[in-house]
């Protein structure tokens, strides 16, 4: 029976032992306790551990520990992630931000010409993370849009939207377009880009077997896989967007990718862009791998 923050601790580490290693489940436990209680870390850690649980706290814990039981991603547990420093809503039908995506946001806010974006477009904006972070701190950003084509993703990125509207007054325009079906319109903005930024589907279908239920068992297929017979598909959709003039002279492309893709995505856009026409970097994550790409386009 759950009662207390002992009883909830005790039972938390029987149920979430069989899913994550010690320091994992503990850390769980904690976060659920912090959620529930309202309280920060410090304020927890100095709660008496037979401080009682009103009916509806333990309740809440009960369910939310059964959640995380049957497999759930804390994230869709706790109904959000934190990404760059903000508190991000995701509900199952959307990607859990990661942090190799946090890395990509902080390349772009470190690069001295992305300082300087007016226009910016995030394609496959999923929970509207990188819209989101990008539009509240690049300082010169003044029209801001992300498509996604997802229905149960547009709701989620329409809320963290809406939140960051209501902190920061700035705004987020979302769009519900498949990229393949934008590219088949050839229809640009009047008023290029000057940074397009994107987290697409990267992971083959092979490599599947490497990872985790929770991932595979919970996240959405949809925004984890790229096509079986062209694993760099969303790569060459970006690339043609370039071509139509999203992109402007001088803009930039910034863009996640897999790394064992990187080479042959980064060989594709020369090829397609013309060599003359674009410069690139591949640029590694903390863990040495290269996982990102930037894309310079000289018109």
Not at 34 to 54: M, N
Request: proline content about 6%; charged content about 20%.
């Amino acid at each position: 029976m759950v009662d207390t923050i002992r009883s909830f601790e005790h039972i938390a580490q029987e149920h979430l032992s069989k899913l994550y290693d010690l320091s994992e489940s503990r850390e769980i436990t904690r976060q659920l306790l912090e959620e529930v209680l309202d309280c920060s870390r410090t304020h927890l850690l100095l709660l008496d551990k037979d401080t009682l649980l009103s009916p509806l706290e333990a309740g809440r814990l009960e369910r939310m520990l059964h959640e995380l039981s049957e497999g759930s991603p804390l994230q869709y547990t706790l109904g959000y992630a934190l990404f760059a420093g903000q508190r991000i809503q995701v509900a199952p039908g959307v990607l859990i931000p990661r942090p190799e995506t946090e890395e990509l946001i902080e390349l772009i806010l470190q690069h001295p010409e992305s300082q300087a974006s007016q226009h910016l477009l995030d394609v496959g904006t999923g929970s509207g993370c990188i819209a989101h972070a990008l539009t509240a701190l690049l300082p010169e950003v003044s029209e801001s849009f992300a498509i996604e084509v997802s229905s149960e993703a547009i709701p989620i990125a329409q809320r963290n939207f809406d939140a960051l509207r209501e902190e920061t007054g700035r705004l987020v325009t979302l769009w519900k377009k498949d990229l393949f079906a934008l590219v088949e319109e050839h229809t640009p903005p009047s008023t290029p880009f000057d940074l397009i930024v994107s987290n697409p589907p990267y992971i083959h279908p092979d490599e599947a077997m490497e990872m985790t239920p929770q991932v595979l068992l919970h996240e959405p297929h949809l925004a984890l896989f790229a096509p079986e017979a062209s694993p760099i598909a969303y790569y060459l959709a970006l690339g043609a967007l370039i071509q139509q003039g999203y992109l402007s002279s001088g803009g930039s492309l910034w863009v996640e990718l897999n790394p064992l893709y990187a080479h042959e995505t980064e060989e594709a856009l020369h090829k397609n862009l013309g060599r003359e026409h674009c410069s690139t970097q591949l640029i590694g994550d903390l863990s040495g791998k290269e996982r990102f790409l930037h894309l310079v386009y000289h018109a």
